[in-house]
């Protein structure tokens, strides 16, 4: 329990880093009120809302994703099933984003973002990849554990 305790906790600081960087990098400077805001600034704020999600996602999607793959899968099958939900979760969210302009330009936008610049899906998939091995490192880790093999038994 306790290692899930801390897997949880550190996991998810991953989507933090990432939205950190990804706002660094590519926000639009272009909006007119959150074009005034710096570098810093930008980074700071994707690094809060990387955080809320992060941790929002693993309550949501992280640890029911867990409970059912725990020690039935191989570490890329579990990781591939943790970036097929985010892409879901994404694009749920997308949709939910522009859902104001209606239900159609919501879903041509949504089409048109995975088409036109798919590094964007992808690379929100390939970070939740990354917290799932991370956090399938910090629960299924056994304590004392060593990366060395065990040494060879002598038998009589």
Known sequence: MKRTLVAIAIAPLWAAAFAAVYAGLFFPVSDPILGQL???????????????LGYAAMV????????????????STYALVWFALA?????????????????GYAIAYL??????????PLSFGLCWALVAVTFRVLVDRSPGATSAPPPPQDHP
């Open 87 to 103: 892409l879901v979760l994404w694009a749920v969210v997308h949709v939910a984003g522009f859902l104001g302009y209606g239900p």
């Open 38 to 52: 710096g570098r810093g600034q930008r980074m700071a704020m994707g690094a809060v809302i990387g955080l809320a």
């Open 111 to 120: 089409f048109e973002t995975i088409v036109e610049r798919p590094v964007v």
């Open 60 to 75: 949501l999607i992280g640890l029911p994703a867990h409970a059912l793959l725990r020690r039935r899968v191989a570490t």
